[in-house]
């Protein structure tokens, strides 16, 4: 699976196994992305990442990724874990891979609705 920011400055690669995608409408991923933010997630070693990325320490457990030219939120980084999140907005191509949760609900925005059968989580 291959993917990019919206200027091209930023590619990655996945080699590696992908977990289903998710969902999440926490307050940071909200405000970073503009709305919500759908993420896959593969082990980190597995992700070769060709151009500069910008981190953003967004909280003591994780940090954030994006491309410093055109401002794509690309990645979430938890600094405990061996994986890393990746943007489904963000590959090139069909994924073939289908949402297994919306996460974070209880931060969701007030403008709108949950209204598909995808199982929720409140954290």
């Known amino acids: ?12 690669t996945v ?30 070693d597995t992700i070769t990442i060709e151009g500069a990325v910008r981190w953003f320490a967004a909280s003591d457990t994780a940090k954030r990724g994006f491309c410093p030219i ?29 949402l297994r949760a919306h996460i974070f609900t209880a931060d969701k925005g007030d403008y709108y609705d949950i209204a598909d059968n995808v199982p929720q989580r409140e954290t």
């Open 15 to 44: 080699s590696g196994e992908i977990g289903q995608p998710a969902n999440c409408h926490c307050n940071q991923c909200r405000k970073q992305s503009g709305h919500t933010w759908a993420s896959s997630y593969a082990p980190e």
């Open 70 to 98: 055109c401002g794509s939120f690309l990645f979430w980084k938890d600094h405990s874990e061996d994986w890393m999140s990746f943007s489904m907005g963000s590959i090139d191509g069909p994924s073939g891979l289908h």
């Open 1 to 12: 699976m291959q993917g990019s920011c919206l200027c091209g400055a930023v590619r990655y």
